[in-house]
């Protein structure tokens, strides 16, 4: 079966720290993807990154960096120097290649203050 | 290019009645899914496909109906509207077994 995992209901900080969104997922597949998506106040879901099974290697896209660590189960996602505009609801998802639809964890809500 | 498009963007209905919920995609993606998000419970999938003349249910599929009899379309069908059923509707379309979902912009239903 397919899980994934967002332990962190609701994150509340003060713009420019740096944030760090938990997901942890179940799947006996070998081969399985995972994505993070972002979910605005405007309510449209936003795709930000793609990650396969075969590449650990951790991602950099200008503030936001992702780790993925099997060992773990883990596909974490921080956020650094964080802005107003980064509050969202931020949700974690897996496909796995058996499986044609993506499970999606119940979401973290990131909340930065002024 | 439209990507995903959802109608109509907002709904209200009466309990019992029953409508139909328009997904359609432009980019020619084998896989389709619809997805309802309530609060504090994430996306939860209600039926998907992948391909036309192929549908699977989901976690939630009770109260919906869907078809897929081309490869750009996918509506939603509520059989007998149920407050339950009071939600935010998302279709998703996606290429092969490793791509991210692209979203529509919802249809935001209520039901009195």
């Known amino acids: 079966a397919q899980k994934v995992t967002q332990a962190q209901t609701e994150i509340s900080v003060v713009e420019k720290e740096d944030v760090t969104l938990d997901c942890v997922y179940e799947?006996?597949?070998?081969?399985?993807?995972l994505f993070w998506y972002k979910q605005p106040p405007s309510g449209e879901l936003v795709f930000l990154i793609r990650?396969?099974?075969?590449?650990?290697q951790n991602e950099i896209s200008g503030r936001y960096s992702w780790n993925f660590q099997k060992s773990t189960s883990s596909f974490n996602f921080t956020i650094t120097a964080s802005q107003v505009v980064d509050s969202a609801v931020y949700f974690c998802?897996?496909?796995?290649?058996?499986?044609?639809?993506?499970?999606f964890g119940s979401g973290t809500r990131l909340s930065i203050r002024p | 290019n439209a990507g995903v498009t959802q109608t109509p963007k907002f709904q209200v209905l009466k309990t019992g009645q029953s409508m139909t919920l328009q997904c359609a995609q432009d980019?020619?993606?084998?896989?389709m899914s619809w997805y309802r998000q309530d609060p504090g419970m994430g996306l939860r999938l209600i039926h998907y496909?992948?391909?036309?003349?192929?549908?699977d249910q989901g976690e939630v599929p009770n109260g919906y109906n869907v078809s897929r009899s081309t490869t750009e379309d996918f509506p939603l069908r509520l059989l007998s509207a149920a407050p339950s059923q009071t939600s935010v509707y998302f279709c998703?379309?996606?290429?092969?077994?490793?791509?991210?979902?692209?979203f529509g912009s919802g249809t935001r239903l209520t039901v009195v």
């Open positions: 496909s992948v391909g036309a003349g192929i549908t």
């Open positions: 998802a897996l496909r796995t290649s058996s499986a044609s639809k993506i499970i």
């Open positions: 990650r396969n099974s075969f590449d650990e």
């Open positions: 799947t006996r597949d070998t081969t399985y993807y």
């Open positions: 980019m020619n993606h084998e896989y």
């Open positions: 998703a379309s996606s290429y092969g077994t490793g791509g991210g979902y692209t």
